[in-house]
T-cell receptor, first 116, second 114 residues
Framework: EPEVTQTPSHQVTQMGQEVILRCVPISNHLYFYWYRQILGQKVEFLVSFYNNEISEKSEIFDDQFSVERPDGSNFTLKIRSTKLEDSAMYFC??????????????FGPGTRLTVL | DQQVKQNSPSLSVQEGRISILNCDYT??????FLWYKKYPAEGPTFLIS?????DKNEDGRFTVFLNKSAKHLSLHIVPSQPGDSAVYFCAASPGSSNTGKLIFGQGTTLQVKP
């Protein structure tokens, strides 16, 4: 069964450093997402991406965040200068949309980001 | 942002009995709802969804009920099994959205006791 994969599973970084989280969505999906879950809190939407551009972003997704689809398979989330409060589990997801009807989003296993 | 709320943080049921997980929403523009299950150290796994044109959707042991007037949905698991023990998230999306963004509730931890 196709699945979304994410690397690394755990990333530890120093405050102020740049990190890149990587995702490989399901191959025939066209819509890509990043969500995050701070420990003990709800899963929060960060950004959606379609046709090589951001289609929606949340207020969390400020200038420190960026997304990219550098090739036909990878989808990345970059945080330019990490802050302590960026420590969270980051989930990538992908989906399709057929005849205007959304299909469910498939989530990857997540990358745990720890900012020290 | 409390647009999707799961007011019960936890639920414990006996194996074989029914589990009922509840979810309330405030935004009348939501017209597509999903339930996800999440185990520790894994990503959310899709369980079942329902469109606002329906009031019930069933898939095996899982049934989702939607009451649009009350802005309430529930997930019924019958019979409950120990392997169902996980965190269950309700999520909603404006179906007319061009982005498919999901808004999640806080989650309910279900424990099914053997």
């Amino acid at each position: 069964e196709p699945e979304v994969t994410q690397t690394p599973s755990h990333q530890v970084t120093q405050m102020g450093q740049e990190v890149i989280l990587r995702c490989v969505p399901i191959s025939n999906h066209l819509y890509f997402y990043w969500y995050r879950q701070i420990l003990g809190q709800k899963v929060e939407f960060l950004v959606s991406f379609y046709n090589n551009e951001i289609s929606e972003k949340s207020e969390i997704f400020d200038d420190q965040f960026s997304v990219e689809r550098p090739d036909g398979s990878n989808f990345t989330l970059k945080i330019r200068s990490t802050k302590l409060e960026d420590s969270a589990m980051y989930f990538c997801a992908s989906s399709t949309r057929l005849a205007g009807v959304w299909d469910e989003q498939f989530f990857g296993p997540g990358t745990r980001l720890t900012v020290l | 942002d409390q647009q999707v709320k799961q007011n019960s943080p936890s639920l414990s049921v006996q194996e074989g009995r029914i589990s009922i997980l509840n979810c309330d929403y405030t935004n009348s523009m939501f017209d597509y709802f999903l339930w996800y299950k999440k185990y520790p150290a894994e990503g959310p796994t899709f369980l079942i969804s329902i469109s606002s044109i329906k009031d019930k959707n069933e898939d095996g042991r899982f049934t989702v009920f939607l009451n649009k007037s009350a802005k309430h949905l529930s997930l019924h698991i019958v019979p409950s099994q120990p392997g169902d023990s996980a965190v269950y998230f309700c999520a909603a999306s404006p179906g007319s959205s061009n982005t498919g963004k999901l808004i999640f509730g806080q989650g309910t931890t279900l424990q099914v006791k053997p």
